[in-house]
Antibody
């Protein structure tokens, strides 16, 4: 079964760092484009970052310079390193497989940035 | 950045009725357009990709049309499980989502 499971969310203070993980099963992360999408409470969906199968990465302007997407092929896992977190980064973070659009999504992990 | 604008923000319909949701792009996205359904507390679900292709397992009552800048999602006969928020998304130039249309009773 094709599945994505995110972990690593939590309550964190502004300015601190957090790393999210997304373990894939049923397919190979490194052979696909993979993305992170977030959804602030009561709001719509916002694309955060993508990593292409060749390793190229892209970021939304709102997180550029603070977030870093990566993968560990041996663990078939996608990561999102989030530094200098701000209150406006509070959201549910989803990882998704990208085949054109996002055809497989995880259930998400919640990040709350608050003092 | 390509801006996606959905209308209406809320659509009130009765079960069995037809629902038509619109999505407009600020510039052409060709047919690189997807529709997602999201129910409260749930993950978004891909319904339509490439503007009109139904994703695996999506009922035939869901159909998508359009190209360029104007797109439509039609639900031919609303079922109780279809009441949700629907998002359009372009993937022609990175990704941007519309703000969503809530389909309610």
């Amino acid at each position: 079964e094709v599945q994505l499971v995110e972990t690593g969310g939590g309550l964190i203070q502004p300015g601190e760092s957090l790393r999210l993980s997304c373990v894939a099963s049923g397919f190979t992360v490194s052979s696909n484009f993979m993305s992170w999408v977030r959804q602030a409470p009561g709001k719509g969906l916002e694309w955060v970052s993508v990593i292409y199968s060749g390793g190229t990465t892209k970021y939304a302007d709102s997180v550029k310079g603070r977030f870093s997407i990566s993968r560990d092929n041996s663990k078939n896992t996608l990561y999102l390193q989030m530094d200098s977190l701000r209150a406006e980064d509070t959201a549910v973070y989803y990882c998704a497989r990208v085949r054109g659009s996002a055809d497989v999504w995880g259930k998400g992990t919640t990040v709350t940035v608050s003092s | 950045e390509i801006v996606m604008t959905q209308s209406p923000a809320t659509l009130s319909v009765s079960p069995g009725e037809r629902a038509t949701l619109s999505c407009r792009a600020s510039q052409s996205v060709s047919n690189d357009l997807a529709w997602f359904q999201q129910k409260p507390g749930q993950t978004p679900r891909l319904l339509i990709y490439r503007a009109s292709a139904r994703a695996t397992g999506v009922p035939a009552r869901f159909s998508g049309s359009g190209s360029g800048t104007e797109f439509t999602l039609t639900i031919s006969s609303l079922q109780s499980e279809d009441f949700a928020v629907y998002y359009c998304q372009q993937y022609n130039d990175w990704w941007t989502f519309g703000q969503g249309t809530k389909v309610e009773i």
